[in-house]
């Protein structure tokens, strides 16, 4: 989400004369675009500031040049004034809901009377009605966010606090986007909320659409050839989105589900609100209707009061899944959060040991998911260039890179069939299967 806020930063001033400068020493402007979903990210944003300062601010002022630092995300919305305080060289701090304020806070900044703004309210009109602007070109692959903020109040998660209450994109405006991102270049669209398939809005029909039904609607976009969408939760799923990764070939078949333990025991402490069975079940109903679908998902590893056997149970759930993909975390105390006060905390050398044995089963599976592939024919998005001489990126409908190469040098964009020879754990290689032209 931060990369599709990062983007629409930019779209949103470039008709104020700006464009992106891939070396940030000669930058005018530069918008630090924050995450505060684990810890460090604050050290991490205060150490950032302080490089800024000294390789570009400092060094800009010797030569008589000005320079703009603003601080954006939810480590901006978390720390508010306190950036300024730490660093007082930052002009402006915004929040993830008050973005779309920037070029008015740009233009008030005043280099020589050092005025600062901070703006990090969620304000009452959506930022979205406020983005209605020029898309500047896209990869053949690009975001669009439908769905912002959450309800659930996990009490790990610092999202409710950070990107505020749940809000639904209206139909039309994403309708609208999507053919934008589509005459910018992009092929494959990921919809994107921090409970995407919460996604809801009343369509043409008067009728409440859910996820399902949008991306019916999406695709009918002719020239977009790949829809995905990230991130769900497990009570949120409905039986239509399951029926339109059966009906629908441009939705791919890759579902992102985090879980974050197989313990009841700590789900209930987490405030899941759903069991490991539950969990379980929607998997197996997904199955049902597209036997071919790549699961993913999120672990957190460590959460306080997680004993031996509630990790148990986790591993447990694990195989009886069998994932194509996972990121597992260590349990990382959030400020502000409701577990923060949960004493009984798992020791560090045992988080770790549990987070090492977590990973080794889902890489295990990765590789045997990735090794099913092989001598298989697959229809490929090409994203880039790879590292290596005529070579190619591209991603697989079950989100897979892929690496081949082409003499043809015009492939960016378009889909091509690929023959798998190899499967590693984070990749697989391939040849173009026909190369008449290519
Ligand atoms: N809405 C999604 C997750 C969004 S946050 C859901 O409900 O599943 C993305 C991931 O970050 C989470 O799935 C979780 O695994 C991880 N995460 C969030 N807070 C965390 C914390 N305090 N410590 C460790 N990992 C965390
Ligand atoms: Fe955070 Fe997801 Fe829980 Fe919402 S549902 S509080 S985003 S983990």
New binding site residues.
Partial sequence: MNFYDSERISDLLKPHGYQLENNDEDADLIVLNTCHIREKAVEKTYSELGRIRDKIKLRKEKTGKKSIVAVAGCVAQAQGKEIMKRSPWVDIVVGPQSYQNLPELISKVDPINNNKHINIEFPTIPKFDHLDIDINKRNSSAFLTIQEG?D???T??V??YTRGAEYSRPITAILEEANKLVEAGAKEITLLG??VNAWNAVGKDKKTWGLGRLIQELSKIKELKFIRYT?S?PLDIDIELIETHRDIAKLMPYLHL?VQSGSDKILKMMN?KHTAKEYIKVIEKVRDYNPQIAISGDFIIGFPGETDKDHKATLDLIREINYSQAYSFKYSPRPGTPAVVFFDHVDKHIKTERLHEVQDLLRSQQMQFNKKFINSTLNVLVLKYGKKNKQYLGRTPFNQSIYFRSNSNNLIGSTVDITVTDAFQNSLTGIIKSNKNI
């Fill in positions: 959450c659930k109040f996990c790990f998660c999202v409710p921090q409970n991130t939760h985090p899941r």
